[in-house]
């Protein structure tokens, strides 16, 4: 056995948690059965999916408001809230997703909000089915993509309020997992018909399509970083849980694969880019492992494990221009427990005070890359880059959001009136009232149109199986 031990800057990484009283307590977090994080962070909020009764409700809460606090809710979902997601450009804007079909768009105020916050400043309708994943563009403002359980993929400009892409009529069950690449052109998918698919996000086309993790339980992707490669995480056919490595340039067989241990949760990956770790949690454990990437014929390393005895229900990731640079704090993960999320802290040990440029290299900043109309146009570009040699501070006052869709829903769709026709003058409540029941009479039609097409498959499955079965 070979005594050499492989060099590496992160190979003493260790988790510090917090006390208490530095963590998020007395927090009333969902119980739903959908597959999420339940947890969202950006530079100045976390983002935490939470139970209430009578619809759906999440929290936003300033990272210095720790300790027991009654939170104050977004409750502005009829159903219970699966997914949120913070503008990568803008900390004061959030998107919610729900069991209501619904994506909203909603504003944070200066701070943080000081009482519950009930109209979005937009609402995004279209799915048939509850929505389940909402993720900003990495490089793009204002595009948001949001994944459903009809099966669909959505693209949003929330600046307008307007879907401009749709993936449909591919997945043929859940989508479970979905990320975007570096530049944001790609985005790839795992389902539950055990299949990984990569799409052009524009096109709608699939570029890649091959067999992913075979057992019967929930599987996740996640891109890894600048790098033409992706890692998925799911079980085998005897539930083992695994962990395959992909190159896009060739998706017939995982580049690496490795069995982790036969444990029951869900692992949750996410891939810092800047430091090639790749972090590893299973939902219901209570350590969190974490390896090395490195471009040679092994790939993978093992670094270490943060350990604890409370099990985890999700994980959220602060990102990397907001963690405490001066401490060589690499990562922040925020645990959640069943009524607490608690910040871990990753650190590389080093004695000196001055900037470690080695474990920092320039970092994605808060500057978009490119606008919306842009991006839909067909112009690609990687994220905007920024050092960390003087640190970051967020700006702490709210940027200004600009959208020309309605306030609190989608721009209406309809005919332009006739030449000469005079349009009768309406109150703005009356204008309100025939907007709101013209939404429910839409949103019921489209359910009565899903559930039919479900009730179609349904009994043309029985059709082929008493095809099968007549001699």
């Given at each position: 056995?070979?005594?050499?031990?492989?060099?590496?800057?992160?190979?003493?990484?260790?988790?510090?948690?917090?006390?208490?009283?530095?963590?998020?307590?007395?927090?009333?977090?969902?119980?739903?059965?959908?597959?999420?994080?339940?947890?969202?962070?950006?530079?100045?909020?976390?983002?935490?999916?939470?139970?209430?009764?009578?619809?759906?409700?999440?929290?936003?809460?300033?990272?210095?408001?720790?300790?027991?606090?009654?939170?104050?809710?977004?409750?502005?979902?009829?159903?219970?809230?699966?997914?949120?997601?913070?503008?990568?450009?803008?900390?004061?804007?959030?998107?919610?997703?729900?069991?209501?079909?619904?994506?909203?768009?909603?504003?944070?105020?200066?701070?943080?909000?000081?009482?519950?916050?009930?109209?979005?400043?937009?609402?995004?309708?279209?799915?048939?089915?509850?929505?389940?994943?909402?993720?900003?563009?990495?490089?793009?403002?204002?595009?948001?993509?949001?994944?459903?359980?009809?099966?669909?993929?959505?693209?949003?400009?929330?600046?307008t309020g307007q879907q401009?892409?749709?993936?449909?009529?591919?997945?043929?069950?859940?989508?479970?997992?979905?990320?975007?690449?570096?530049?944001?052109?790609?985005?790839?998918?795992?389902?539950?018909?055990?299949?990984?698919?990569?799409?052009?996000?524009?096109?709608?086309?699939?570029?890649?399509?091959?067999?992913?993790?075979?057992?019967?339980?929930?599987?996740?992707?996640?891109?890894?970083?600048?790098?033409?490669?992706?890692?998925?995480?799911?079980?085998?056919?005897?539930?083992?849980?695994?962990?395959?490595?992909?190159?896009?340039?060739?998706?017939?067989?995982?580049?690496?694969?490795?069995?982790?241990?036969?444990?029951?949760?869900?692992?949750?990956?996410?891939?810092?880019?800047?430091?090639?770790?790749?972090?590893?949690?299973?939902?219901?454990?209570?350590?969190?492992?974490?390896?090395?990437?490195?471009?040679?014929?092994?790939?993978?390393?093992?670094?270490?494990?943060?350990?604890?005895?409370?099990?985890?229900?999700?994980?959220?990731?602060?990102?990397?221009?907001?963690?405490?640079?001066?401490?060589?704090?690499?990562?922040?993960?925020?645990?959640?427990?069943?009524?607490?999320?608690?910040?871990?802290?990753?650190?590389v040990p080093r004695k000196?005070?001055?900037?470690?440029?080695?474990?920092?290299?320039?970092?994605?900043?808060?500057?978009?890359?490119?606008?919306?109309?842009e991006f839909f146009s067909?112009?690609?570009?990687?994220?905007?880059?920024?050092?960390?040699?003087?640190?970051?501070?967020?700006?702490?006052?709210?940027?200004?959001?600009?959208?020309?869709?309605?306030?609190?829903?989608?721009?209406?769709?309809?005919?332009?009136?006739?030449?000469?026709?005079?349009?009768?003058?309406?109150?703005?409540?009356?204008?309100?009232?025939?907007?709101?029941?013209?939404?429910?009479?839409?949103?019921?039609?489209?359910?009565?149109?899903?559930?039919?097409?479900?009730?179609?498959?349904?009994?043309?499955?029985?059709?082929?199986?008493?095809?099968?079965?007549?001699?």
């Amino acid at each position: 056995m070979s005594r050499f031990v492989r060099a590496s800057k992160y190979r003493h990484v260790f988790g510090t948690p917090n006390k208490k009283e530095q963590c998020y307590d007395n927090l009333k977090i969902s119980r739903s059965a959908w597959d999420t994080n339940l947890v969202k962070v950006n530079s100045m909020f976390i983002s935490v999916n939470m139970e209430a009764g009578g619809g759906g409700a999440f929290a936003v809460i300033p990272h210095a408001n720790t300790g027991k606090n009654e939170v104050p809710l977004y409750v502005g979902h009829s159903g219970a809230v699966l997914d949120t997601d913070f503008n990568p450009f803008n900390d004061h804007i959030v998107a919610s997703g729900a069991e209501d079909s619904k994506v909203m768009v909603w504003q944070i105020p200066e701070g943080g909000p000081t009482a519950n916050i009930e109209t979005p400043l937009l609402t995004l309708s279209g799915h048939g089915r509850k929505v389940g994943h909402v993720l900003f563009h990495p490089t793009a403002d204002n595009v948001l993509l949001s994944a459903s359980a009809d099966f669909t993929v959505k693209i949003w400009d929330i600046s307008t309020g307007q879907q401009r892409s749709e993936l449909a009529n591919v997945h043929a069950d859940l989508i479970q997992g979905l990320t975007w690449n570096y530049q944001g052109n790609l985005i790839a998918t795992t389902c539950k018909d055990k299949k990984l698919r990569v799409f052009d996000v524009r096109t709608g086309a699939v570029v890649a399509e091959t067999s992913g993790h075979q057992g019967i339980k929930g599987s996740r992707v996640e891109w890894m970083g600048s790098l033409d490669k992706f890692v998925t995480t799911g079980f085998s056919r005897s539930s083992e849980r695994q962990l395959y490595v992909w190159d896009f340039a060739n998706v017939t067989e995982p580049l690496k694969s490795e069995t982790v241990d036969t444990a029951s949760g869900l692992l949750i990956p996410k891939y810092d880019g800047d430091t090639n770790m790749l972090y590893v949690a299973g939902k219901g454990d209570g350590n969190i492992r974490y390896y090395e990437w490195v471009e040679d014929d092994k790939g993978l390393y093992p670094l270490s494990e943060y350990k604890s005895s409370d099990p985890l229900r999700g994980l959220g990731f602060l990102p990397k221009r907001a963690c405490a640079i001066n401490e060589c704090e690499v990562a922040r993960i925020y645990k959640v427990h069943p009524t607490m999320v608690e910040p871990i802290s990753m650190k590389v040990p080093r004695k000196s005070d001055t900037f470690q440029a080695d474990i920092f290299p320039d970092t994605e900043g808060p500057e978009a890359a490119l606008t919306a109309d842009e991006f839909f146009s067909g112009k690609d570009a990687k994220p905007k880059l920024i050092s960390l040699e003087n640190g970051f501070v967020p700006a702490a006052s709210a940027v200004a959001f600009v959208t020309t869709a309605p306030a609190g829903g989608s721009p209406a769709v309809g005919s332009p009136a006739r030449s000469g026709a005079r349009t009768p003058v309406m109150s703005e409540k009356e204008i309100q009232d025939t907007l709101t029941a013209l939404r429910k009479e839409n949103d019921e039609l489209k359910a009565q149109v899903t559930s039919k097409d479900i009730r179609i498959r349904q009994l043309e499955a029985q059709v082929e199986q008493l095809k099968v079965a007549s001699p």
